[in-house]
């Protein structure tokens, strides 16, 4: 790099200095910001809640949970409504004895087999369901 180079980046960084600290007394930002200073509040304001009411808030969220607390009620049916959906006229404990003796069935079927015992508990808890 010659003389003439390093000149040029010298200027361009005492220029670029120079405007950093000349320009904001030349633009009128500093009265503005005097100005911003001395209208702006130090501490942020604090919202008093009105009395005797609740806030919004407070309001949303308890009807959030009322509506929570009945969709959990509605969707969970008996099972004796389940089957009678289902066109079965069995009664819960006949449908948990068969559930209980079909996951057996397949449990022992696939021990006989030969399969390993991970996917033959798997198989059968799901033939139980």
């Given at each position: 790099?010659?003389?003439?180079?390093?000149?040029?980046?010298?200027?361009?960084?005492?220029?670029?200095?120079?405007?950093?600290?000349?320009?904001?007394?030349?633009?009128?930002?500093?009265?503005?910001?005097?100005?911003?200073?001395?209208v702006?509040?130090?501490?942020?304001?604090?919202?008093?809640?009105?009395?005797?009411?609740?806030?919004?808030?407070?309001?949303?969220?308890?009807?959030?949970?009322?509506?929570?607390?009945?969709?959990?009620?509605?969707?969970?049916?008996?099972?004796?409504?389940?089957?009678?959906?289902?066109?079965?006229?069995?009664?819960?404990?006949?449908?948990?004895?068969?559930?209980?003796?079909?996951?057996?069935?397949?449990?022992?079927?696939?021990?006989?087999?030969?399969?390993?015992?991970?996917?033959t508990?798997?198989?059968?808890?799901?033939?139980?369901?």
């Open positions: 790099m010659g003389p003439y180079g390093l000149f040029f980046l010298v200027a361009i960084a005492i220029g670029g200095v120079a405007w950093v600290f000349i320009y904001p007394l030349l633009s009128g930002e500093l009265p503005t910001e005097r100005r911003m200073a001395s702006a509040h130090k501490e942020p304001m604090q919202r008093t809640p009105r009395s005797g009411q609740k806030s919004r808030r407070e309001h949303v969220e308890g009807t959030l949970k009322q509506l929570e607390a009945r969709q959990k009620a509605s969707k969970r049916v008996p099972l004796t409504m389940r089957l009678s959906q289902a066109g079965l006229s069995w009664t819960p404990r006949r449908f948990m004895v068969i559930s209980v003796s079909l996951g057996f069935g397949v449990f022992v079927v696939l021990m006989l087999t030969g399969v390993g015992l991970l996917p508990v798997g198989i059968a808890f799901a033939a139980g369901g």
